[in-house]
Every structure is written in C-alpha cells, then in structure tokens.
C-alpha cells in the first residue's frame, strides 16, 4: 500500500502521491484519528503533520470516493433505507443511507429535516446516480411512502422495522467515528466524511464472513491495487 519508492508527486505537494494515498486509506478504512494517521507515518520515517493529512483527507477523499462509485457494479435491485439522528453544535441533523441487498452502502445525505421533502431530496439523489430499485424496504416513517408516491409510485414499498436491519446496522461504523471524531463539527464536514468513508468500506469490506480465506485474500489484494491506481490518478 506505501511504496516509498514510488516518489511520483502532485504538482505543488512536497509529499509523493503513494504517501497521501495511503494517509487517506489509512484515515478512512480504519477507526483512527487524524493523529493517530500521523503515528502511522512517523514510525514509516515520514515525518507529516495531522493538519497536512487533514488537507489530504479533505482534498483527495471526494476524489478517491468518486472513482470507487464510477468503478462499482450496479448495486441489487433491492434498497434498504433509514435515517438516524445525528447531533451537530446541538442542533439535530439526520442522517439518510440507503443499502443495497448485499450490504453496501449506496449513498447518504445529512440533512436537518426528516420530513418529505427531506426523503424526495434523498431519492432524487438516488435515482440520479443509480437509477430505480424493484424494492424499496424502510421503516414505517410516514416521510418515505409521501415521497415515493409523487416521484416513483411505481416502485415495490415494504415498511417494516423488523425487516430493515441491513439499513439500521450499516449506521454502526457512523456512530464509532463519529466518537473518535469528537462529533462532526457541520452538516457539510459530516457529508463529506461520510461520503468517503461508506464507499472505502464498500471496496475493503467485502463481507469476509461469506468468503473462503483464499477468496478473501484474493479480494483484498484487488482493492489494494485499485486504490493503487486511484492514487496514480489524483489531481491536484
């Protein structure tokens, strides 16, 4: 994953590109701080502020987001959606995330209502980078059946708490970082965390308790050499 030999650089950054490449990875595969990141770096022999490795999460993290979602198979048919409270500067904010059957996490959106129009906005940004499900499974938030009805009333509807675990466990690893982080300190800096941090989890856990350790191995390696080859690609 660091390749100290790879010292190819991004025009106007001091560091080669395999080092913020693997700062990003580090910061969002794993339950680590920003300085925790920057332990990791040191005892590599590089020595690399957290704020300079906040710049990077910051800079490159959309971008590293954006080509695992470009690269990533067209998710199951069927979408598992829900939305939890998350507290910013004492106000609350909800959190909106939609699965697909095997687990990944398709997309959220942070926002400070939880009412239909909260839920159309979540669809339309749904079914623009998607396309529409066969299903749809939430809970029984009136929100989401007024919303559905005026933008795809063609879509299957099943409202069930009990059938919506997939949705409401994926809000696992959120609530972990988010206890790391200190809470999220805006709306925007929640959304563009997140962002990231769901579609790096899509790539580097492929659900290994359904995999044979030749199977999971093989996988990891691939992820490995794809974030490889998002990080060749980074642009200033």
């Given at each position: ?39 990791l ?7 690399v ?63 400070s ?7 159309k ?19 029984k938030?009136?929100?989401?059946a ?25 809000h ?6 988010e ?15 997140l ?21 999971y ?6 992820a ?13």
């Open positions: 994953m660091l390749n100290l030999a790879d010292l190819s650089r991004l025009k106007g950054f001091r560091f080669p590109r395999s080092v913020i490449g693997y700062a990003v990875w580090a910061y969002h595969r794993f339950a680590l701080s920003l300085r925790d990141v920057e332990d770096l040191a005892a590599r022999g590089i020595t502020s957290y704020e300079t490795i906040r710049d990077w999460v910051t800079r490159f993290g959309s971008q590293f987001a954006a080509k695992i979602r470009r690269d990533r198979p067209r998710p199951a048919d069927k979408w598992h959606l829900d939305e939890v409270v998350v507290p910013i500067k004492g106000r609350k904010h909800w959190l909106w995330r939609a699965v697909d059957a095997n687990g990944d996490v398709l997309d959220i959106l942070v926002q209502r939880r009412n239909k129009d909260a839920a906005r979540f669809f339309r940004k749904l079914f623009r980078r998607w396309g529409e499900p066969r299903v749809l499974i939430t809970d938030l009136r929100s989401y007024a919303a559905k009805s005026e933008i795809a009333p063609g879509i299957e509807h099943r409202q069930h708490k009990g059938i919506n675990n997939l949705a409401e466990a994926s696992r690893h959120t609530r972990r970082r206890k790391i982080m200190g809470r999220f300190k805006s709306p925007g800096q929640a959304q563009r965390f962002s990231v941090h769901d579609q790096t989890a899509a790539l580097f856990r492929p659900k290994r308790h359904r995999l044979s350790a030749k199977s191995r093989h996988s990891r390696a691939a490995f050499e794809i974030w490889h080859d998002y990080t060749d690609d980074l642009a200033a």
